[in-house]
């Protein structure tokens, strides 16, 4: 492995460790969609999905409430328990 490389797995390994100490519950999601580079119509989109987190509209409310709980966003991000 190249010196780049783990340059780079150690810089992103140090974002998830900050936004775990910073967020240690839940992740709000324009803090989620900072980390990935996404607009926030984007990680509502990928909410909304199913992909990620939960999503919900109250009675009689025009929008909806999201919620990413941390530890299904680091999971999900660094892909924990992937066999392929």
């Given at each position: ?8 797995l150690e810089a992103?390994?140090?974002?998830v460790?900050e ?8 992740i ?12 926030n ?13 939960l ?12 919620f990413i709980?941390?530890?299904s966003?680091?999971r ?9």
């Amino acid at each position: 492995m190249t010196n780049v490389i783990k340059e780079f797995l150690e810089a992103d390994e140090r974002k998830v460790e900050e936004l775990i100490a910073e967020y240690p519950v839940s992740i709000p999601t324009a803090e989620a969609a900072k980390f990935l580079g996404i607009n926030n119509a984007s990680m509502r989109a990928v909410i909304d999905s199913g992909s990620l987190g939960l999503s919900w509209r109250k009675e009689g409310a025009l929008n909806k409430g999201f919620f990413i709980p941390t530890a299904s966003f680091i999971r999900w991000y660094l892909r924990y328990g992937d066999q392929g």
